[in-house]
């Protein structure tokens, strides 16, 4: 193992950034590898490198929502079982980032990356060399090249993804499917019901908002009804 190979790619964000602005309006945000589009209707498109244990990164973007804030106990400052904090955390700056809806490339080339059994050595080493990030190495042509490549090839997919988010409704629905697969797996999707909650809030209906958000509370350790801050952050949203 060379010295090389224990660093990040010199300028990985800005090599990442060049290819991202070909197709999109992004700003490159000065805390992690993440990068955001400019505001509007209340939400902005986020892109974001996730950095996994090894040294390649897979490419997830989303939306985040200005409008919408997140218990603090839900953003793993404090160990599960959630509890109640009291403290309700938005991301709206170019520092503090959120995909509160998320996207990315796995469903799309039918990698299960969550099941890894599902998958040979060979096709994991196809799927990551395609379409992850190689981060780690010397600032060579060929390393530079991988990662534009890899960018690359998410971009029709991820262009695919932000089209098919154009509605708030849209929106619901895929979060509605996210909790169908969820529950499939016998999963808690503690997210996307907080999500869709405030989603439907902000869709003036409040039976669905508290139900969702009912939800999440029952969740905690102890069970919660919902706060009054909370409460009162879903009516503000209501008459938005």
């Known amino acids: 193992?060379?010295?090389?190979?224990?660093?990040?790619?010199?300028?990985?964000?800005?090599?990442?950034?060049?290819?991202?602005?070909?197709?999109?309006?992004?700003?490159?945000?000065?805390?992690?590898?993440?990068?955001?589009?400019?505001?509007?209707?209340?939400?902005?498109?986020?892109?974001?490198?996730?950095?996994?244990?090894?040294?390649?990164?897979?490419?997830f973007w989303g939306l985040n929502f200005d409008f919408l804030p997140w218990e603090s106990c839900m953003l793993g400052v404090n160990p599960k079982p959630f509890n109640v904090t009291g403290k309700l955390v938005y991301h709206r700056t170019e520092k503090a980032v959120k995909r509160d809806l998320r996207g990315d490339v796995f469903p799309y080339i039918h990698y299960h990356f969550m099941a890894p059994s599902l998958h040979t050595y060979e096709e994991h080493r196809a799927f990551r060399s395609k379409y992850f990030v190689n981060a780690y190495g010397a600032d060579t042509p060929e390393n530079r090249k991988q990662i534009e490549d890899a960018v690359r090839n998410n971009m029709p997919y991820m262009l695919d993804w932000f089209g098919r988010m154009r509605t708030e409704e849209?929106?619901?629905?895929?979060?509605?499917?996210e909790i169908r697969e969820a529950q499939e797996k016998h999963a808690l999707p503690f997210g996307a019901y907080w999500v869709r909650g405030f989603l439907k809030a902000k869709q003036h209906d409040m039976a669905g908002a508290v139900s969702d958000l009912a939800w999440v509370y029952q969740q905690f350790d102890p069970p919660s009804p919902i706060p009054e801050k909370t409460m009162r952050k879903l009516i503000e949203i209501d008459r938005m």
């Open 170 to 177: 849209d929106m619901i629905l895929a979060l509605t499917e």
């Open 1 to 59: 193992m060379t010295e090389d190979s224990l660093r990040l790619i010199p300028d990985l964000d800005g090599i990442v950034c060049e290819v991202l602005r070909e197709h999109l309006d992004v700003t490159q945000c000065p805390k992690g590898h993440c990068w955001v589009t400019p505001w509007e209707n209340h939400c902005r498109k986020v892109i974001e490198l996730y950095p996994l244990k090894g040294t390649s990164y897979p490419v």
